[in-house]
T-cell receptor
Framework: AQKVTQAQTEISVVEKEDVTLDCVYE???????LFWYKQPPSGELVFLIR??????QNEISGRYSWNFQKSTSSFNFTITASQVVDSAVYFC???????????????FGKGTKLSVIP | NAGVTQTPKFRVLKTGQSMTLLCAQD?????MYWYRQDPGMGLRLIHY???????AKGEVPDGYNVSRLKKQNFLLGLESAAPSQTSVYFC???????????????FGPGTRLTVL
């Protein structure tokens, strides 16, 4: 069974600090997908990034970067020079290429609440 | 292009009442999902659909039914609401993950349901 662990329940940083959100996953599949979603205080879920299991290349998008390491089953997310608008709950999620009846359902971690203090 | 929309946004029910949540998407996605979000639990899959006319159970299906009569719509029904169904409900849709690597799920804005 697939599992996603986000060990950090809450993190507080001062604006302009860098912060890394940890995500560790478990899966028996060799083909799978990893995602990060952002849930701001308004409540909607915003897709940030998708990574498939064959692509370990790290990615940078503006102040956001992602570090995918299959050897440690981790997919960590770093925000550089954090801003107040980054305050949100961040979810890491896993989808196996074949999960049970083929739902490709997302298994979510419990989320990390990030508070950026001005 | 509205993406994924959900109605209603808020609802209060009394125990035993029934209701239907509507999800609509205009992205021509084959797959659609219903999740519930509870504090400290993340999101959990209730039911899903891989195409028009097909539905299947997810992780927490008890007390819910679904229907997908049209590709763009996915309905979630509560036949006899219970306080344990107080939650925020999210609908999501995606392309067929077996045919596309662009398989991220796009979520609606959520429905906040309270059962008294």
């Amino acid at each position: 069974a697939q599992k996603v662990t986000q060990a950090q329940t809450e993190i507080s940083v001062v604006e302009k600090e860098d912060v890394t959100l940890d995500c560790v996953y478990e899966t028996r599949d060799t083909t799978y997908y990893l995602f990060w979603y952002k849930q701001p205080p308004s409540g909607e879920l915003v897709f940030l990034i998708r990574r498939n299991s064959f692509d370990e290349q790290n990615e940078i998008s503006g102040r956001y970067s992602w570090n995918f390491q299959k050897s440690t089953s981790s997919f960590n997310f770093t925000i550089t020079a954090s801003q107040v608008v980054d305050s949100a709950v961040y979810f890491c999620a896993l989808s196996e290429a074949y999960s049970g009846a083929g739902s490709y359902q997302l298994t979510f971690g419990k989320g990390t609440k990030l508070s950026v203090i001005p | 292009n509205a993406g994924v929309t959900q109605t209603p946004k808020f609802r209060v029910l009394k125990t035993g009442q029934s209701m239907t949540l509507l999800c609509a998407q205009d992205m021509n996605h084959e797959y659609m999902y219903w999740y519930r979000q509870d504090p400290g639990m993340g999101l959990r899959l209730i039911h899903y659909s891989v195409g028009e006319g097909t539905t299947a159970k997810g992780e927490v299906p008890d007390g819910y039914n679904v229907s997908r009569l049209k590709k763009q719509n996915f309905l979630l029904g509560l036949e006899s609401a219970a306080p344990s169904q107080t939650s925020v409900y999210f609908c999501a849709s995606s392309y067929n993950p077996q045919r596309s690597s662009y398989n991220e799920q796009f979520f609606g804005p959520g429905t906040r349901l309270t059962v008294l």
